[in-house]
């Protein structure tokens, strides 16, 4: 059978969503073993609905009899009717079994024909929501490039200015094909989720001239890599979370990693608009764990208070201006003690001074004192079930090597006097760098000091618990700890010089250019 | 018998029970220690304990800052304290100035925000950094630090002017339209009697679809145009969704009639364009101009 001209000739256009992979491509076999029963049978009810129809032609009646078709060896007998399909659908889902059932109905049965690029999609997104720690992801910011001309015309801030780039689905998918068409041909399915707060746009790379269907199936052969790249835009907020999306040991080649390149240079152009355009600026900011992306680069109040900070989040410690009850055994307040006995003049980490308390508690008085520094220091954060586990945090230490002779002699007298933090500061040999403002690296060489590149890389399934669980235990000194083993920073990579991580000067933590 | 469940009713209710009597304990106990001159009278009462009188001396004391730092708070919408970050390494010793914005909508406070500052230049003690803040990235906290609150640049010595006062009445202004405009927006779907947002993390797996997929008009397909029309024919169409953006400022209606419509709203509230198309993409000028206005009244004006 010769294939139509018009099938051959490189074109111009996107994979639609109605283009089908065959049922044995390896990426649908990849995507559907690893769905549940429970989403594979809300997935196929979701297909047959019937605006999704077009995208997910299930494989009917009708259709056996235009193949005229061999019935003999046939596992599933093709529905009557999308209705049809949709009763049994539910029936699986509401009876108990293996996922197996529903995969091999699917794939064997009612789609055997092939799935389409949008049912590709949606299973994977569906996959994604299901587990959201199964991709790493990094958070870029969309961040507006200076304008000479009005740059103080941008910061305005009147009635209806926006800083927000501004995003509109069909805008946006218009642009990002434009961009996208001459270089490669890809499947975009852009959905925004009910119960996150966030946009998701999947785009499936097919490197190849050809939009068809015969030529997305044709790629099954060629090398093993990773072709779909996620997009997740936090709602109302100018962060991007990129992904590559890997299956378990599958890797990520440097084909792959191009074309997610090529991808992520055409979203800012994408967003821009005439007068106002973007670029990505890196937020320091790489995880696995979606929900801790959306804590420390979300649309919520969480952005630019981790840490400790968080206390100011939630109600703990902003109450209601109407809330008149000071009660007085009320747990939550003790927490917030440290902070406030800070206020009210005493030292920052004499920590709440209120030992009758640990009557009930069996711990010793030094364990109590612990915990109430590290609930000092951590606030409500670092929980180790909160969900919002870091795995990896990686910082360079900027400040000078203590000097030699007395490293030892330091190391005692910091645990002796906990409260002289400004001879703390000295004793670490840069007194002049002390008031100096933090963003030249030159400073580095031209002072005398030696400053080795010492780094320190913290890994585990939830970092900054562990650091808290240390501090508890008093592995760590929960008073002379510096902030940012806190997580106050808001960075899974950072460069620390005296005690803090290094930001751009001028910047205001989580900010929105 | 008493089953298992009627077991658990009961010890259901009187948890409930208790919460409401240590709830309603609470709030007399601080009825009692606002008392005016209670003091006083604590002082020339005899006691047994010097120790007890102290304690309730102290309590007085506590339910009385907590008792002015209400009304200030209630009253001045934006008010200052002071923090210490127990950070060891913090700049300037670790103080901090914090200042809380209390937002109001309809008679009750619905959200605290901070802005936590520091003061970064110790040759200028007066000026002030964002440290930390708890503002949402939709109110443009940026531009306005940038414009109240400037900070030297590397080659100026001399730090620019500051007015933390004007930086904390515009923040405060953003952040009260900010929640106007989310109570408008839920009066709108309340007009159209439409359900609310579903709320984060609920029914993922109720069988239905994750979220709205955007881009499906960008298929190719030549034959999508078949029926699905099918509940077009209703004479009246129903407004069939209302969705806006996090910051409020657009919002978008969806008829049941695949008639869809983008309103902007400006941040005090008015609807100051629209464009509403018909499913065959034909602009409808009459219902665009119709929703020009306030946004309280949109789904009157466009329905009249």
């Known amino acids: 059978m010769l294939p139509t001209p018009n099938t051959i000739v490189p074109d111009y256009r996107n994979v639609p969503h109605s283009h089908r992979l065959p049922t044995s491509h390896r990426e649908v076999q990849r995507t559907f073993t690893k769905l549940s029963r429970q989403s594979l049978a809300s997935l196929a009810n979701q297909w047959l609905a019937k605006k999704n129809r077009d995208f997910c032609r299930p494989y009917l009646l009708g259709d056996r009899r235009l193949d005229g078709g061999d019935d003999d060896d046939e596992q599933y007998t093709p529905a009557q009717s999308h209705e049809e399909l949709q009763e049994i659908y539910k029936q699986l889902a509401a009876r108990k079994g293996g996922k197996r059932e529903i995969q091999h109905r699917i794939l064997d049965g009612d789609w055997r024909t092939g799935i389409s690029m949008y049912q590709l999609a949606t299973a994977e997104i569906q996959y994604l929501l299901d587990h959201t720690n199964s991709l790493r992801w990094t958070a870029k910011r969309l961040a507006k490039i200076p304008n000479g001309k009005n740059l103080s015309l941008d910061m305005e801030v009147t009635n209806d200015s926006e800083h927000l780039p501004r995003f509109q689905a069909q805008t946006f998918m218009a642009n990002l094909a434009r961009e996208l068409t001459p270089l490669m041909k890809a499947h975009y399915l852009l959905i925004k989720i009910k119960t996150m707060p966030m946009t998701i746009l999947r785009v499936y790379i097919h490197d190849s001239p050809y939009s068809t269907e015969a030529s997305l199936a044709l790629d099954n052969g060629s090398s093993d890599t990773a072709r779909a790249v996620f997009f997740i835009w936090p709602n109302g907020s100018n962060f991007v979370y990129s992904s590559i999306a890997n299956h378990f040991g599958q890797v990520i080649s440097d084909?792959?990693?191009?074309?997610?390149?090529?991808?992520?240079?055409?979203?800012?152009?994408?967003?821009?608009?005439?007068?106002?355009?973007?670029?990505?600026?890196?937020?320091?900011?790489?995880?696995?764990?979606?929900?801790?992306?959306?804590?420390?680069?979300?649309?919520?109040?969480?952005n630019a208070a981790s840490g400790g900070w968080s206390i100011f989040q939630d109600h703990n410690f902003s109450q209601n201006a109407l809330d008149f009850v000071a009660s007085q055994n009320d747990h939550g307040k003790e927490k917030t003690g440290t902070r406030k006995d800070g206020a009210v003049g005493a030292t920052a980490k004499a920590g709440p001074g209120r030992p009758k308390h640990s009557l009930e508690d069996k711990e010793t008085s030094a364990a109590k004192r612990r915990r109430e520094v590290a609930a000092g220091r951590f606030g409500s954060s670092a929980q180790p079930n909160d969900g919002l586990g870091l795995e990896r945090v990686e910082v360079r230490i900027d400040d000078a090597f203590p000097a030699m002779p007395g490293a030892a002699d330091d190391a005692d007298a910091d645990t002796s006097n906990v409260n002289e933090q400004p001879a703390n500061r000295n004793r670490r040999g840069r007194p002049s760098l002390l008031d100096r403002s933090l963003d030249e690296i030159e400073e580095l060489e031209d002072g005398d000091a030696?400053?080795?590149?010492?780094?320190?890389?913290?890994?585990?399934?939830?970092?900054?618990?562990?650091?808290?669980q240390l501090v508890e235990q008093g592995v760590v000194d929960g008073e002379k700890m510096p902030g940012w083993m806190t997580g106050e920073a808001g960075v899974t990579i950072g460069a620390v010089k005296q005690g803090r991580i290094r930001t751009k000067s001028g910047q205001v933590p989580g900010a929105c250019v | 018998m008493a089953t298992v469940e009627s077991l658990d009713d009961d010890i259901g209710h009187l948890?409930?029970?208790?919460?409401?009597?240590?709830?309603?304990?609470?709030?007399?106990?601080?009825?009692?220690?606002?008392?005016?001159?209670?003091?006083?009278?604590?002082?020339?009462?005899?006691?047994?304990?010097?120790?007890?009188?102290?304690?309730?001396?102290?309590?007085?004391?506590?339910?009385?800052?907590?008792?002015?730092?209400?009304?200030?708070?209630?009253?001045?919408?934006?008010?200052?304290y002071r923090v210490k970050d127990p950070d060891p390494c913090a700049v300037d010793n670790g103080n901090i100035l914090g200042v809380r914005v209390d937002v109001s909508v309809g008679g009750r406070f619905v959200e605290t925000y901070h802005v936590l500052f520091n003061r970064p230049n110790a040759a200028h003690k007066t000026t002030l950094k964002i440290h930390k803040h708890t503002v949402p990235p939709c109110i443009p906290l940026h531009p306005l630090a940038n414009k109240w609150l400037p900070l030297t640049r590397k080659s100026a010595e001399e730090p620019r002017e500051q007015d933390l006062v004007k930086f904390g009445r515009r923040l405060r202004k953003e952040l009260a339209s900010w929640h106007l405009r989310l109570e408008a927006l839920e009066k709108l779907r309340?007009?159209?009697?439409?359900?609310?947002?579903?709320?984060?993390?609920?029914g993922l797996h109720a069988g239905s679809e994750p979220g709205i997929v955007l881009n499906?008009?960008?298929?190719?397909?030549?034959?999508?145009?078949?029926?699905?029309?099918?509940?077009?024919?209703?004479?009246?169409?129903?407004?069939?969704?209302?969705?806006?953006?996090?910051?409020?400022?657009?919002?978008?209606?969806?008829?049941?009639?695949?008639?869809?419509?983008?309103?902007?709203?400006?941040?005090?509230?008015?609807?100051?364009?629209?464009?509403?198309?018909?499913?065959?993409?034909?602009?409808?000028?009459?219902?665009?101009?119709?929703?020009?206005?306030?946004?309280?009244?949109?789904?009157?004006?466009?329905?009249?």
């Not at chain 1, 240079?265 to 992306?293: E, G, H, M, V």
């Not at chain 2, 309340?190 to 609920?202: F, S, T, V």
């Not at chain 2, 657009?250 to 008015?270: A, C, P, Y």
Request: charged content about 30%; overall charge positive; glycine content about 6%.
């Open chain 1, 255 to 302: 084909d792959g990693r191009h074309l997610r390149d090529i991808v992520q240079q055409a979203i800012p152009k994408a967003f821009s608009r005439p007068s106002a355009r973007y670029q990505l600026a890196s937020t320091n900011f790489t995880t696995k764990s979606l929900d801790a992306l959306l804590a420390y680069r979300g649309p919520g109040k969480s």
């Open chain 1, 450 to 468: 030696w400053v080795p590149d010492v780094r320190v890389v913290f890994q585990g399934s939830h970092v900054f618990a562990g650091v808290r």
């Open chain 2, 15 to 80: 948890r409930d029970r208790i919460a409401t009597l240590q709830a309603h304990r609470a709030n007399l106990t601080s009825i009692l220690l606002s008392q005016p001159h209670l003091p006083t009278r604590l002082e020339q009462r005899p006691v047994l304990h010097e120790r007890n009188r102290r304690n309730a001396a102290k309590l007085v004391q506590r339910q009385s800052n907590r008792n002015l730092e209400n009304v200030y708070r209630a009253c001045a919408g934006v008010t200052a």
């Open chain 2, 190 to 202: 309340k007009d159209a009697q439409l359900p609310g947002p579903i709320a984060p993390r609920d």
């Open chain 2, 216 to 304: 499906a008009f960008i298929s190719d397909d030549e034959d999508s145009q078949e029926e699905e029309g099918s509940d077009e024919q209703d004479d009246a169409p129903r407004i069939s969704s209302i969705d806006g953006d996090a910051a409020v400022r657009e919002i978008t209606l969806i008829w049941s009639n695949g008639r869809v419509g983008l309103f902007k709203v400006t941040k005090d509230g008015e609807v100051d364009k629209a464009a509403v198309r018909t499913k065959e993409g034909t602009r409808d000028a009459s219902l665009s101009s119709k929703a020009l206005g306030r946004i309280d009244g949109l789904i009157q004006r466009l329905e009249a």
